[in-house]
């Protein structure tokens, strides 16, 4: 039981050493922490908190900081996800609390999330989902724009049953698409 919280730690301990800083702003994602008790063979058990950390979605733009911003907010618009929090000096956008279910814009939910599963079907596309989606704009080294988009969610049971949410991880989906979208947007396409 010992070695198997050891293992935990060290790869935990791991991954916050190796996310290093580069230089460039970066989105600042909210870390989770929950705890879990793990139950040993012989019967006894640990409490074990473990970190639920995301991290955003950077991809080069071939086009200024100011016509990226832009196409940017043009994005949000077109994917219907209203912006509840905007800083026009930081180039940040986002929305919170965005709630949706099944899809956003032209991502399934589940191109979009992870949130688990039960009986074969995935979580992300038959519960309500809560989105926490922030974006940023800012130079990159060779003079065009570097986007980056973070996505963080909860999900939980859309029947009328109390229960609690769970949380959700990114596969990427959505924050390719937003990029995808400015991309085009930028190129006049």
């Not at 949130?115 to 922030?134: F, K, Q």
Request: charged fraction near 15%; charge should be neutral.
């Amino acid at each position: 039981m010992r070695s198997v919280m050891m293992c935990v730690m060290i790869a935990s301990l791991a991954a916050c050493a190796s996310s290093g800083s580069t230089g460039e702003a970066q989105l600042s994602p909210g870390a989770a922490m929950s705890s879990q008790t793990l139950v040993g063979a012989g019967g006894g058990s640990s409490a074990v908190n473990l970190v639920n950390s995301a991290s955003a979605v950077g991809t080069n733009i071939t086009g200024s900081v100011d016509a990226t911003w832009a196409a940017l907010q043009s994005v949000y618009e077109s994917l219907e996800i209203p912006l509840t929090m905007r800083d026009e000096q930081k180039k940040t956008l986002g929305n919170s609390t965005f709630r949706t279910r099944r899809r956003v814009g032209p991502v399934p939910m589940i191109r979009a999330l992870d949130c688990g599963g039960e009986s074969g079907m995935p979580n992300a596309e038959t519960y309500d989902v809560s989105l926490d989606i922030s974006s940023l704009v800012s130079p990159s080294a060779d003079g065009n724009a570097r986007l980056q988009t973070l996505v963080q969610g909860t999900a939980q049971r859309a029947t009328g049953a109390s229960t609690n949410p769970v949380r959700c991880t990114s596969i990427g989906g959505l924050e390719k698409q937003i990029a995808e979208m400015v991309q085009k947007v930028v190129n006049g396409k």
